[in-house]
Structure formats: structure tokens, C-alpha cells
């Protein structure tokens, strides 16, 4: 990027099988090269990326980028209708590689074939919040997560909001 290298990397992350039988792994991802020139660079501005084996772990994909910036901690379920869900904690709100709002909250994005694509047209918000601190706009109010997949196909999904404490929501993919 802009004539530099630079070493990214995946971690924190999350499993679940396919219902064709590959492991996918969501990955808490550094952040692009793009955002390295941001003043104010900080783990707020990690991504989200995924890495499927198809050997049941022993070799994986190249890590593939879903979200640039901004969203992270991924949690991943396989619903009944074998569609895959990633809930992620959106700590800014980052799209197309701009600032899109100082809301923070919770987000979730669907795969339809296997963790092959995940569908971030028609992104989930699963729980939103607006949050500004001036100059320190960057600052981050949520944090990890975890969703579960209920007997009736909707999801429950708790995560830490450090302005209320935290939450537990109930929705439907």
C-alpha cells in the first residue's frame, strides 16, 4: 500500500462448521495498510476477516477481508437452514473505508454458501448506540460478544456496552 509493506495478521477469533463440513474462521484482523496513516490509530480501527479449511484444519485459505475497520470479535452460529451468521462488535462505523457514524453497537452479516461470501449489503444491526467523545471520537464504548442459535431459529446475542453495562438481545436473522 502507497509503495509499503506491511505484515497484517488474524486473531481472536471464532469457529464453525459448514454445513458442507469446512471450518470457518472469523478473524479479528490488524488493521488495513489504508488506515496505518489515521492519527489516530488504535485497535478501534481492526477489521474482521475469514479463512475456511476444507480439510477438516489442517491447511486454510488466505485470510479474506470482510470489514476493513471498525468491526470486530466475531461470533459465528450455523442457523437450521445451514446459512452461517457472524455477529461482530461495531466499535466505529466504518463503510466504503470512510467514517459512516459515531454509532457503536453490535452488527451481524449472513453467508448463504458456506462462509464462501458473507452478504455486508444487508448487514444486521443488532443493537446501535451513538456515541461521540469530541476530539476523542475513536474511543470505543462495546466490546466482546457471544450468540447462540435458539430452538425457533432466532438468535440470542450478548455483548459488553460499557455504557449500560451490557446487553442481551433477541432477534431474528
Do not use: Q
Request: aromatic share 10%; with cysteine; net charge negative.
Amino acid at each position: 500500500y502507497k509503495d509499503k509493506v506491511f505484515n497484517c495478521s488474524g486473531y481472536e477469533g471464532a469457529l464453525v462448521r459448514a454445513a458442507n463440513g469446512w471450518i470457518i474462521a472469523g478473524l479479528r484482523m490488524s488493521p488495513a495498510p489504508k488506515h496505518h496513516d489515521h492519527p489516530f490509530i488504535d485497535d478501534n480501527l481492526m477489521g474482521t476477516g475469514f479463512s475456511i479449511s476444507k480439510d477438516d484444519g489442517k491447511t486454510w485459505s488466505p485470510i479474506k477481508r470482510i470489514f476493513d475497520a471498525g468491526r470486530m470479535h466475531a461470533n459465528m452460529v450455523r442457523l437450521p437452514n445451514d446459512d452461517l451468521v457472524m455477529t461482530v462488535i461495531r466499535r466505529t462505523d466504518f463503510r466504503n473505508g470512510k467514517l459512516a457514524s459515531y454509532r457503536r453497537g453490535c452488527d451481524a452479516v449472513i453467508s448463504h454458501d458456506n462462509g464462501l461470501t458473507w452478504d455486508v449489503e444487508h448487514l444486521y444491526t443488532i443493537d446501535d448506540t451513538p456515541y461521540c467523545e469530541g476530539e476523542r471520537w475513536l474511543n470505543c464504548v462495546c466490546g466482546h460478544l457471544y450468540s447462540i442459535v435458539l430452538d425457533d431459529g432466532s438468535m440470542l446475542t450478548a455483548f459488553g456496552n460499557f455504557l449500560s453495562g451490557g446487553e442481551l438481545i433477541k432477534w431474528k436473522p
